[in-house]
């Protein structure tokens, strides 16, 4: 006990003397803290938000869904259900609507609604009654950019198809409004009785058709659910529960938190490395006070006692601050993500997630503090008498080994945390702390070399810059680190969302299709045609869609397949792969998009048909080269042997294809055709549409260049929220920066004040500093900019396929914003060593 | 308590530079009774610190035993030995060796503090007292002179009231007149307290002041004189 609180008074008493120091290194824990609970808080209310929502997201206990109409037997069970449940039903597929009153056209998501659709939540809607009136006529309400886009008002007509509909109100809020469902159009409500009036589902059209239920109380959904999924599973019923909904969302949205999540915590880490390095520092600066004190009677566990408190005061401390700081952020976080989000999210207080940000600042700054305060138990009680006689041997011990292994455990365990896989998780430990050697071998190889061969005749103030980075206790190689690791966050980021866009708008080249044709009936082909060529525009297609089925795999029927997964009582993932319809075409070439991976493109056995798959959708399916699959063409059995199997760059907005079969297979089954085209001016482009949509109601028009600008806004959502979390290492960086300036600080006024004594002057001084921290912001953005190409091409090549290009003027751009940012803080901290008269320095000695 | 208090034997500590071994001292034997004011007398280089550091506890010798107050140092492990010294000696240091961090009191303090005793801020204003520095027990070390940083030392020395206080060139960095109160200060506290005193000089005025001179020349003793 005598030994704690003398370590504690210690402690205390170290902690008091250099404020400003503790101050920083407090701040460095204390950021990376408050954006880890800020996003680990915000998860809790996402969950929380979730939980209280689900039932509104579904708007029903229970939902039967199917892209066919449904079949006798299933319309059997709902009759059966409705005996004991309230109904209602949505009708969804994409049309193309317009107001005839103004000019344009937009592909708008229909839901025709029947019943008391949401039964739990609301649509909310301007007017406010506007949802209530909807079933009183032919009415419609329509999502607001609907109306900008068509420059129309409530009170409009709406033409869809055949019918028309009178505008009376917008969408303001519903509880299902996910980002990506909407991207290929504004959605709209109308009454399901005058659905048929638009002769909008015709063959082709891909619709949904989908039943909800309200459950009287006391029956469980989930008992039910399972019992419909074996006894639907041959009619290919999708059947879902508010707790699916809810698994599902949080799955999601856990692992969107968790990648954000993992941005804070580097700057937590990155935090920690300040600690560390502050930490190996103090222990060089107080080891003559640590000398006493052994020689005083201290032991040396006692003498160690007393710097660990000290870190574990600062760590908690800073953790605190942290957490209080997260809660504020945490406030902001709402706003960036929403459009990317199913649910309202309020923000609250999450004691969880504070306990826990708290929890992991003050351990992650004991971990990285321990390994350089061991070095406290190596001081010998002798150097207070005199210096060693004999250069100080590199240590290397048990508690050594031990100090390692928990930081190496610490950062692989909170990175599994973070992301929630223990794969993942394991990767990305590896990558940061690949990142994080690279950038230390690195910055300490460029300074020897920078030492060796500085070039003799640059001038002195450039060479006592230089070296200034090699002076004793110099923290050169952490400044690089922490400078070079939030510059290459910033870098990696920067060129990801580059090649992403890059990739997108790709699609919208001067010579690429920008606008697609689909649902074209054969005997209407011949007069679209006519239309595009008298507009004098150029022709892609037509392209065959042949909607159909699977029947069998290799001799099991699809519902002995579907009862088979529907047995083990949840959903499985590849039950959408059995139970859609797959819109297949049928050609001899292979598409630009396309490469063949398995098998041969051509066969010459002419039967059974040989067909090439979707690599993704073979591995889904369980199936390769060989196998045999019966499929449902309208209703005729078509047997196929799987011939090859095929990578597809989805990412290309063209006609791509799970199922592609070869010409004369399918030329006489009923199909629907695409036509692709390009308008470049915009305003051409909207009386284009319009005029197919009004000749040709049945057809839908989707404009490859509105597709791409939402795609675009979603990319750069997530790629602004990452940027928001990024900004935090950013800020880390800089504060360790300050944290070592104030650490070496009597140091640096010495220096300054024996120059001023042998002549320099203050401007001179200024040059030396500014070359100082100049080739340090120099070597940490070159040393960043190297890791984060590679970086990214491996995330381009690797993860999202895709070609990479280097922007070399912004990233230079960035480099050089990192470099002045180095330097301004550098200057702006080293006021003191310029001011400070020679005399009063040299007098304190 | 023994009668002797310090007593070493064939003591001997050698260094390995680079290649070579070194020899700093060489087969030091000498006995120190209880209460005696010894001064280890030489010039730059003889071996004098090291002997210190050596007869401290503060430093393994590489052959040869050191008893203090009849326990020999070398069985006892390097935390034992600190516990050893926070028990029984004091410390004096040529360059004062105050923690910057503390205050004149809380220097005091440190090896009070050490040894779980409360009472240790009274004690320390009484010290601080007796060596002239009423009034600057909240000072840092680096708002006072050499001569009050050392004042300071000297309390913090005697705060245990030592069997034993060692004082390496304790006047090393002072003037003349300072240097000369500091000594006076440490020969009343000796007196008073009933301390033995190891004195490392190379002043042979200072030197004159002690019982007992002990010459060391290239590591070896040279002469041991009384008086």
């Known amino acids: 006990m005598t030994g704690f609180l003398f370590a504690l008074r210690m402690a205390a008493r170290e902690l008091r003397a250099a404020p400003r120091r503790m101050a920083l290194l407090v701040g460095t824990v204390a950021v990376g803290v408050a954006a880890l609970v800020a996003i680990n808080s915000f998860t809790d209310n996402l969950q929380e938000s979730v939980q209280q929502q689900a039932r509104g997201i579904l708007g029903a206990d229970l939902a039967l869904s199917s892209r066919q109409p449904f079949s006798r037997r299933t319309e059997a069970v709902v009759d059966s259900l409705s005996r004991r449940a309230e109904l209602a039903r949505i009708t969804s597929f994409a049309a193309m609507a317009y107001v005839p009153r103004t000019a344009g056209t937009r592909l708008v998501q229909v839901a025709a609604v029947e019943g008391g659709y949401p039964f739990y939540g609301q649509i909310g809607t301007e007017p406010r009654e506007a949802w209530r009136r909807l079933q009183t006529g032919r009415h419609v309400i329509v999502d607001p950019s609907l109306l900008s886009a068509l420059d129309a008002r409530i009170g409009d007509t709406l033409a869809l198809g055949e ?280 910055a300490g190889f460029l300074t020897r070399m920078l030492r060796r061969r500085a070039p003799g005749q640059w001038s002195y103030l450039w060479r006592q810059g230089l070296a200034n980075l090699h002076r004793p206790a110099n923290q050169t190689a952490t400044l690089i680190l922490a400078i070079g690791f939030a510059a290459f966050l910033l870098a990696t980021l920067y060129l990801v969302q580059h090649n992403l866009l890059r990739q997108l708008s790709e699609t919208g080249g001067p010579a690429r299709p920008n606008l697609v044709m689909f649902d074209i009936q054969a005997d209407q082909l011949s007069a679209v045609r006519d239309q595009l060529g008298r507009a004098g525009l150029p022709i892609v297609g037509p392209t065959p869609i042949v909607p159909m089925r699977i029947q069998s795999i290799n001799g099991r029927s699809i519902s002995s397949l579907l009862t088979r997964d529907s047995l083990r009582g949840e959903e499985r993932s590849s039950g959408w792969a059995l139970r859609r319809e797959y819109r297949s075409t049928y050609r001899d070439s292979i598409a630009p998009t396309e490469r063949v991976t398995a098998g041969r493109w051509r066969s010459p056995e002419p039967s059974p048909v040989r067909i090439s798959l979707e690599q993704e959708l073979a591995q889904e399916l369980g199936v390769g080269v060989g196998d045999e699959i019966v499929w449902d063409v309208q209703g005729v059995s078509l047997a196929s042997r799987i011939g090859s199997l095929r990578q597809v760059d989805w990412a290309r907005f063209e006609p791509n294809f799970f199922v592609v079969f070869p010409s004369g297979a399918l030329e006489r089954a009923p199909q629907s055709l695409v036509l692709l085209t390009r308008i470049a001016n915009p305003a051409d482009r909207g009386r284009f549409q319009r005029r197919i949509a009004e000749r040709f109601p049945n057809v839908s028009t989707l404009d490859l260049s509105l597709l791409q600008e939402s795609l675009e806004r979603l990319v750069g959502r997530v790629a602004l929220a990452v940027r928001f979390m990024a900004f935090f290492s950013l800020g880390v960086g800089i504060l360790v920066l300050i944290a070592a300036l104030a650490t070496s600080r009597f140091q640096r006024i010495r220096e300054g004040a024996l120059l001023r004594t042998l002549g320099a002057t203050r401007s001179q001084l200024y040059q030396i500093i500014l070359a100082e921290y100049a080739s340090l912001g120099v070597l940490a953005s070159a040393v960043a900019g190297v890791l984060a190409l590679g970086a990214s091409w491996a995330l381009a090549r690797f993860v999202f396929e895709s070609t990479f290009t280097v922007p070399l003027i912004p990233l230079a751009g960035l480099g050089l914003a990192i470099v002045a940012l180095t330097v301004a803080v550098g200057l702006a901290n080293s006021r003191d060593v310029v001011r400070r008269a020679p005399l009063e320095v040299l007098r304190e000695e | 308590m023994s009668d ?206 002690a019982h007992r001179t002990i010459r060391l020349a290239d590591g070896r003793v040279v002469s041991d004189t009384a008086g």
């Open chain 1, 163 to 442: 019918a028309r509909f009178g505008i009376i109100g917008t969408i303001t809020a519903t509880a299902s409004e996910a980002g990506f469902r909407f991207a290929l159009g504004p959605r709209i409500y109308i009454p399901a009785r005058h659905l048929q009036d638009t002769g909008l589902l015709g063959f082709g059209a891909r619709v949904q058709y989908e039943v909800f239920a309200r459950l009287p109380p006391g029956t469980s959904a989930q008992q039910l659910a399972a019992r419909y999924r074996q006894q639907l599973a041959p009619e290919r019923i999708r059947v879902r529960t508010v707790a699916d909904d809810q698994r599902n969302l949080n799955q999601v949205l856990s692992r969107l938190a968790g990648y954000l999540g993992l941005v804070a915590l580097m700057a937590l880490l990155l935090g920690g490395i300040g600690v560390a390095s502050a930490a190996v520092v103090l222990v060089r600066q107080r080891s003559d006070s640590i000398a006493v004190l052994r020689c005083l009677g201290a032991t040396s566990r006692r003498t160690f006692a007393v710097y660990l408190i000290e870190a574990g005061v600062m760590g908690l401390a800073g953790s605190v601050l942290g957490a209080l700081g997260g809660l504020a952020l945490q406030r902001l976080l709402p706003g960036l993500l929403a459009p990317l989000l199913p649910v309202t999210v309020t923000p609250s207080l999450s004691w969880r997630a504070m306990a826990l940000g708290v929890g992991i600042g003050l351990w992650v700054t004991l971990v990285f503090s321990l390994l350089p305060l061991l070095g406290v138990r190596r001081i010998s009680p002798l150097q207070a008498l005199r210096r060693p006689y004999q250069p100080e041997q590199p240590w290397r011990d048990l508690w050594w080994g031990v100090a390692l292994l928990a930081l190496g455990t610490t950062t692989l365990l909170l990175t599994v945390h973070q992301v929630g896989s223990w794969k993942q998780g394991t990767i990305f430990a590896a990558g940061i702390a690949g990142t994080l050697l690279v950038l230390w071998g690195a």
């Open chain 2, 4 to 209: 002797v208090m310090l007593q070493c034997h064939s003591l001997t500590r050698a260094y390995r530079s680079g290649q070579r071994e070194i020899t700093v001292l060489k087969d030091i034997t000498f006995s120190l009774p209880t209460g005696e004011f010894l001064a280890i007398l030489g010039p730059s280089g003889s071996g004098k610190t090291t002997l210190l550091g050596l007869l401290a506890g503060l430093d393994r010798p590489t052959s040869g035993t050191v008893h203090l107050d009849g326990q020999e140092l070398g069985g006892l492990s390097e935390d034992e030995r600190a516990r050893l010294r926070a028990d029984k000696i004091g410390f004096v240091f040529q360059s004062f060796q105050l923690i910057p961090t503390l205050t004149a009191q809380e220097n005091v303090q440190v090896p009070l503090e050490l040894r779980g005793e409360s009472g240790g801020a009274s004690r320390a204003r009484e010290l601080l007292g007796r060596v002239g520095l009423s009034g600057r027990e909240h000072h840092y070390p680096a708002q006072l002179s050499g001569g009050e940083q050392q004042r300071v030392a000297l309390a913090r020395g005697f705060s245990i009231r030592p069997k034993l206080l060692f004082a390496d060139e304790p006047t090393g960095n002072l003037d003349a007149v300072t240097g000369s109160t500091i000594i006076e200060l440490m020969v009343d506290l000796n007196r008073a307290l009933g301390t033995t005193l190891v004195l490392v000089t190379h002043d042979l005025d200072l030197a004159a002041r």
